[in-house]
């Protein structure tokens, strides 16, 4: 196992069966993408669910700042903070926010209001796509291990910033241009198999063009799939034409 200062790659058997988790999640969602019929949106909340949502997405964030000021002052006091490797993906991040934001905002034949909170929601929750699932993979090999109880630092760091995960996916359902299409679970499925490619190699901090390129790959992936919620869906061509046979023409006036 190689230690690069944030998490411990995967190594020996570990990997194979990491690579194995991932390629059947990724053929789970190529499968739901086979059986989606039609773009589908989520159920809209009501006003009391957004009003619930929003204090929860907001409590989340200042749960995490909070159990983040604790871990790092462990850190510090048990001598084991340390300046973190360089992280190259950074700029793809934000670089990849500023565009996503920018094209739902221009390619919708919704309002300026409508559009405006869509792209605003859909630049919010792309990263997380990515990041739910990287979290859920580097959670338990976080390096170096914080005394005296690695496994409550590890919970104080991870439960509220799986909650800020959580909480900020669901805000799409407030918006009126989210549907779900085969595209999103393609373009999941793909985020996953690069994922298992990723995993297949010890999913290790990326310190080489090779990992570097595999996590650059995957977030690019995570905001293809978050444009493909809010970009203008059509319906097939014999899927109408089903409706148009299932919903007779009324009849005709004199």
Not at 132 to 154: G, H, N, Q, W
Request: net charge neutral.
């Amino acid at each position: 196992m190689t230690q690069y200062g944030t998490w411990v790659s995967y190594g020996g058997p570990a990997r194979i069966w990491l690579a194995l988790v991932l390629l059947a999640v990724a053929g789970g969602l190529a499968y739901a993408g086979t059986r989606l019929p039609l773009p589908l949106g989520p159920a809209r909340p009501g006003r009391v669910a957004v009003i619930s949502m929003l204090v929860a997405w907001v409590l989340a964030i200042a749960t995490f700042l909070v159990c983040l000021f604790a871990y790092v002052e462990q850190e510090r006091h048990d001598h084991i903070a340390h300046i973190p490797p360089t992280d190259p993906i950074t700029l793809v991040t934000f670089a990849g926010v500023a565009v996503t934001f920018f094209i739902i905002l221009i390619s919708s034949s919704h309002g300026p209001g409508t559009r405006l909170a869509g792209a605003v929601i859909g630049a919010l929750a792309a990263p997380w796509i990515f990041e739910l699932p990287f979290d859920l993979v580097i959670m338990a090999r976080i390096y170096p291990p914080v005394p005296p109880d690695p496994a409550l630092y590890r919970a104080l760091f991870f439960l509220p910033l799986f909650l800020i995960e959580i909480t900020t996916l669901s805000l799409l359902a407030f918006s009126a241009m989210v549907k779900l299409s085969k595209v999103t679970f393609f373009s999941l499925a793909l985020m996953f198999i690069v994922f298992a490619a990723w995993g297949l190699l010890g999913f290790g901090y990326p310190s080489t063009p090779i990992l570097i390129a595999l996590n650059v790959t995957s977030k690019i992936l995570a905001f293809v799939v978050a444009l493909s919620l809010f970009l203008p869906q059509q319906v097939p061509a014999s899927t109408r034409e089903d409706l148009e046979v299932a919903v007779p023409a009324g009849p005709a006036r004199p």
